[in-house]
C-alpha cells in the first residue's frame, strides 16, 4: 500500500513539474519574441513617421514582394540543404484565402503570407543622431533605410555554419564619409542604380552604410552589422492612402489591383512618387506616398527556430514529414512554423508632407 502511495504521488508531482515546465518554457518564448517584435515595430514607427519626400516624380518610397528563393540578387542568402521555405502559393497569400483560416475568419491581415523573403520595403528619412559609419551627421539629415529579411551565418566566426533568417534594417550614411558617398550625392530616387545594381567596388557598394546597401545588405556572408532581429521568416505590410469616398476612408495602394482590391500576385509593387492627397484619376500610372501602414512581422519563438533549422538542415537519413502533413514537405514546413511562431502587427501612420 505504501509503495502504491508513493508511485501515486510521484505521478502527481511529475505531472505537475511537467506542466510548470511547459508554462515557463511558453512564457519564455512570448517574452522572447515580444520583445524582439517591440524592437522592430518601434523602430519602423519612428523611421516612417519621419519619412520625407518632395514632388519631384522621383521614387522616394518602394516596396517590392521577394518570391523569389535567393532575395534581392547579390544579397547573401543561404539556401536551406533540405526542406526549404516553400515556393508558390503556401508561401504568399496576401489576401489571407486559404482554407484553414476560413472556420475562424480572424485577422486575416495577421495571417498574410509574403513570400519568400517578405517585402522588401525602402524609403527616405530623417537621420537621428550619429550615422552608421560612426562619423558625426545632421539631425534630421536625409538618410535612406530598407528593411528585408535574409537568410544568412548568425555568427562572424567562420567555423560557425548556424544560419537563420534575419531581418535587416539597412542604412545609407546622409553624406560622404572616407571617401564613399552618401545619399546626398546619391540621389533621392529610391529605384536608382545607386542605391541598387551599382558595383559593389565603387564608392557606393555595399559596406556598411553605402547606398547599395538599400539592397544588398552587405557583400559579407558574416557581417550582421545591419541585422535587427532574428528569427524572422515573413515581414509585409498594406499602405493606403486617405480617401472618403471609400469605405473605411482608406484606399488600399499596396498590394493592389489598380481598383484598390487587394492582389495576391507575386509582382506586385509600390513606387510612391505623388502627394497622397493626389485624387486617383491623376495618378497615370503612378503611385501616390501612403498615409497608412499596417505592418505584421512573424518571429519563430526559440523553439520553433530549432524545429524549423532541423528540418532544413541535410541530414542522413532525411527527415520523415509526420503523416498528419500528408507527406507533403512544404505543408510541413508551414505547419511548424505555424504552431511554433507569432504575428506582430502595427498601423503608422505616416506624417510626411512635399518638402
Known amino acids: ?5 508513493t508511485v501515486l504521488i510521484a505521478g502527481f508531482i511529475a505531472a505537475i513539474v511537467r506542466n510548470v515546465s511547459t508554462t515557463w518554457t511558453r512564457a519564455g518564448n512570448r517574452l522572447g519574441t515580444d520583445a524582439q517584435a517591440r524592437l522592430v515595430l518601434d523602430q519602423l514607427q519612428v523611421d516612417l513617421q519621419g519619412a520625407m519626400f518632395r514632388d519631384d516624380g522621383n521614387v522616394w518610397l518602394a516596396a517590392d514582394v521577394i518570391t523569389n528563393g535567393n532575395g534581392n ?3 547573401p542568402w543561404q539556401a536551406a540543404q ?3 521555405k516553400p515556393t508558390g502559393s503556401l508561401s504568399l497569400d496576401m489576401t489571407a484565402t486559404r482554407a484553414d483560416l476560413a472556420p475562424l475568419d480572424r485577422g486575416k491581415f495577421e495571417q498574410t503570407r509574403y513570400g519568400i523573403a517578405g517585402v ?5 528619412t530623417s537621420s537621428r543622431g550619429t550615422n552608421t559609419s560612426g562619423q558625426p551627421a545632421t ?13 544568412r551565418f548568425t555568427a562572424t566566426n567562420p567555423a560557425n555554419l548556424n544560419t537563420a533568417y534575419l531581418l535587416h534594417r539597412a542604412e545609407a550614411r546622409p553624406a560622404t564619409a572616407n571617401g564613399r558617398l552618401g545619399v546626398l ?3 533621392y530616387s529610391i529605384t536608382t542604380a545607386n542605391y541598387t545594381t551599382s558595383s559593389s567596388s565603387a564608392n557606393n557598394g555595399s559596406q556598411t552604410g553605402d547606398p547599395r546597401t538599400i539592397q544588398v545588405v552587405t557583400t559579407s556572408q558574416r557581417n550582421l552589422d545591419s541585422v535587427i532581429a532574428d528569427n ?3 515581414f509585409g505590410l498594406r499602405a493606403y492612402v486617405r480617401d472618403t469616398t471609400v469605405p473605411g476612408g482608406l484606399r488600399l495602394i499596396f498590394p493592389a489591383t489598380s481598383t484598390g482590391a487587394v492582389s495576391n500576385s507575386g509582382t506586385v509593387r ?4 505623388l502627394p497622397s492627397a493626389t485624387p486617383p484619376d491623376q495618378w497615370a500610372g503612378a503611385q501616390p506616398i501612403p498615409d497608412v501602414v499596417d505592418v505584421m512581422i512573424r518571429i519563430l519563438t526559440d523553439e520553433g527556430a530549432a524545429l524549423i533549422a532541423n528540418m532544413e538542415k541535410n541530414q542522413t537519413p532525411a527527415l520523415t514529414v509526420p503523416q498528419k502533413y500528408n507527406g507533403n514537405a512544404q505543408q510541413w514546413w508551414w505547419g511548424v512554423a505555424t504552431e511554433n511562431s507569432r504575428v506582430y502587427t502595427r498601423r503608422i501612420v505616416i506624417n510626411a508632407k512635399s518638402l
Open 1 to 5: 500500500m505504501a509503495a502504491g502511495i
Open 73 to 75: 540578387s547579390g544579397t
Open 82 to 84: 533540405r526542406n526549404p
Open 120 to 124: 522588401w520595403l525602402r524609403f527616405f
Open 139 to 151: 539631425i534630421s539629415a536625409p538618410v535612406a533605410v530598407s528593411y528585408q529579411i535574409v537568410r
Open 185 to 187: 550625392e546619391a540621389g
Open 232 to 234: 524572422v521568416i515573413d
Open 270 to 273: 509600390l513606387r510612391s512618387t
